[in-house]
């Protein structure tokens, strides 16, 4: 199941170097909502190989970050662009590049390219 977290509680799973896949999203955005309805067979797939998924939004208004370091922890993962979905390993980025995936059949994709990098 993803979790939702605060940017703090992210923080801190980077730096406790865990594994784990890191969802931005943005409350205005049509395709969040959209991925957010398969989400949990996506994250079903990864638990399996103990990586937890977890979401976080980073903007109510399109092009309005909740706070400046929502902004600087959004460009951290390549920037504007949602929703984007990161594989983090032992804290590192090790694929940023996913943006828009939404249906089950990308998501499914993405998690396999997720756990051949694992």
């Not at 993962?77 to 995936?101: C, Q, S, W, Y």
């Amino acid at each position: 199941m993803i979790e939702i977290k605060t940017l703090a509680q992210i923080k801190t799973i980077i730096a406790n170097g865990e594994t784990c896949v890191i969802n931005l999203t943005a409350n205005w955005c049509s395709d969040c909502t959209d991925q957010a309805e398969n989400l949990n067979v996506f994250s079903e797939v990864l638990a399996k190989q103990k990586t937890p998924c977890y979401t976080i939004a980073v903007q109510d208004e399109k092009n309005i970050y909740l706070s400046a370091e929502h902004q600087v922890f959004t460009e951290l993962f390549g920037g504007h662009g949602f929703p984007r979905t990161v594989l983090m390993v032992n804290g590192k980025n090790v694929d940023a590049d996913n943006v828009e995936i939404i249906s089950s059949i990308q998501l499914n994709e993405l998690a396999q390219k997720f756990i051949a990098q694992l």
